[in-house]
Nanobody, 119 residues
């Protein structure tokens, strides 16, 4: 099973950009579908984007489509979230998550990284 550690969060002005990283331990990273979720203040956790095991397909949510991009580098055991044109409503703790292809649930989560977008 992989363990996940996010980094790259911070404070940014509206319209700015940030790149989040999620480093995974273990030698089976390429067997996991990866995703980013976020939880804003007073809100439920929501799906942001996912990527297939070899990165051939990505699935962004409607709320971030065209602004955020998920990618992965299996040689580095890392998944990324490139966030552009950030808005105050993107303020949240961002979590990366992993699941086996055959699993229906996201079984492994990182600790989260805070992203704050000021207006």
């Amino acid at each position: 099973q992989v363990q996940l550690v996010e980094s790259g969060g911070g404070l940014v002005q509206a319209g700015g950009s940030l790149r989040l990283s999620c480093a995974a331990s273990g030698r089976t990273f390429s067997m996991y579908v990866m995703a980013w979720f976020r939880q804003g203040p007073g809100k439920e956790r929501e799906f942001v984007a996912s990527i297939t095991t070899i990165g051939s397909s990505t699935y962004p949510s409607d709320s971030v489509k065209g602004r955020f991009a998920i990618s992965r580098d299996n040689a580095k055991n890392t998944v990324y979230l490139e966030m552009n044109d950030l808005k105050p409503e993107d303020t949240a703790v961002y979590f990366c998550a992993a699941r086996r292809v055959s699993s229906g649930s996201w079984g492994t989560w990182g600790q989260g990284t805070q992203v704050t977008v000021s207006s």
